[in-house]
């Protein structure tokens, strides 16, 4: 027998153990995500209904037509960004089961939709930039966000928040897939 044989039996009763996995610790990360993720759609609808009232504001009080140009942009990105995210966590309050196995395909789910989220935000930010500065043009008493600064710096500022964010959304993409990596690695040892 040589020891690459020995190896191979090594790793085939490793493999071969049963799956421990603590039913308790998994109920109570669930549960506390579900709470997360019910305070961000509170959030959002919060969010909603404040801009909704902003942009009522900006079609009562603001004659220029920047401002509701800009109001009409940020509505539909309002909108659409709503619509997104409801659609995404649509499903994702609770397991199918109280069992291991769908508590974990419920988590995958969830690190699923949380990649998806996480690759729309990216997309959102500059079209709220863009609403922001529609709004702010042609404001009949404008407030100077940044006295003294050039126009090139205040778009270098812009463009590194992009840059950052975007980074950042990167990264939370990368260490979700390796939640979900690890998910379905336990998945398919509690399949066999």
């Keep these: 027998m040589s020891s690459g044989d020995d190896w191979t ?24 995500r579900s709470w997360r993720m019910r305070l961000l759609m509170a959030l959002d609808v919060v969010c909603a209904v404040a801009g909704v009232g902003f942009a009522a504001y ?32 649509q499903g994702l309050w609770q397991a199918a089961d109280n069992s291991v196995t769908g508590l974990l395909k419920l988590q995958r789910r969830r690190c699923v939709n949380a990649v998806r989220m996480a690759l729309w935000g990216p997309l959102f930010l500059p079209l709220g930039m863009l609403t922001g500065t529609l709004v702010g043009r042609g404001w009949t008493t404008p407030a100077p966000a940044m006295p003294g600064w050039s126009p090139s710096a205040k778009l270098a500022l812009l463009l590194a928040v992009l840059v950052l964010f975007g980074l950042a959304s990167l990264l939370y993409v990368r260490r979700q897939r390796r939640r979900i990596a690890a998910i379905d690695g336990l998945l398919q040892q509690l399949e066999r």
């Design 9 to 32: 039996a090594l790793a085939a009763a490793w493999q071969a153990q049963p799956v421990n996995v603590d039913l308790e610790a998994l109920q109570r990360a669930v549960r506390r």
């Design 58 to 89: 900006l079609f009562l009080h603001v004659t220029a037509f920047w401002p509701r140009v800009g109001a009409v942009v940020g509505l539909v990105v309002l909108a659409a960004a709503v619509l997104i995210n409801y659609r995404l966590r």
